[in-house]
């Protein structure tokens, strides 16, 4: 990988990136106060559920098909594919986050003039948007491969979940960072699960986070926005 290409996708990956990941649970924090996430071995389980069972059988094979849409410029098929996305998001808040933080993703690729015209005319173009279509138009902008866009795009997900159970459950620090070390073998597993589902096999079935993060909606305290 050139150094270039590297440095593009760390900053891509960076909790710092401007679009608001830290204020979403994807759920977990509906889980916390079912009492289904209790510790950090509860929250680890959690987190590599949603690895293994939901991003990796929907968003991660998503993502890998737009950044292929995207590099060949299928502007159709881009429009269709993220349709399609939202509309399989399981609660209101789920698909309110995935167009709070597509909306803002695309903003960044424009303001930085990421990609060339055609491509920026396009993303702006789609409205609302959802986070994996953005987030592979900057991987194609940069001339990012797709295994380490997905990997890179996986990590952050488990990081930013991480995260949000150190404020949640809470947890202190050293508990979140062996929640990190002991999904990389799991977040290997799910790019390589990823990379080899086609469009038609994707699917979201997971009716408990559709349960929990509907149930979020009127909780009676919350720290995050899903």
Known sequence: MRIAELTALLHLASPALPVGAFSYSQGLESAIDAQWVTDAESAR?????????????????????????WNRLEVGAIASADAAFLASRESAELRRETEQMGWSMKQLCLSLEWGNAERRETLAALSPVAQPTAFAFAVAAHAIEAPAALAAYAFNWVENQAAAALKAVPLGQMAG????????DPIDSAVARALETPPDRINTFAPMLGVLSARHESQYSRLFRS
């Open 177 to 184: 960072q062996r929640i990190i070390v002991a999904l990389r």
């Open 45 to 69: 389980a959690w987190i590599e559920s949603g690895l293994t069972n939901v991003l990796a059988r929907c968003e991660l094979p998503f993502l890998a098909h737009q950044i292929e849409r």
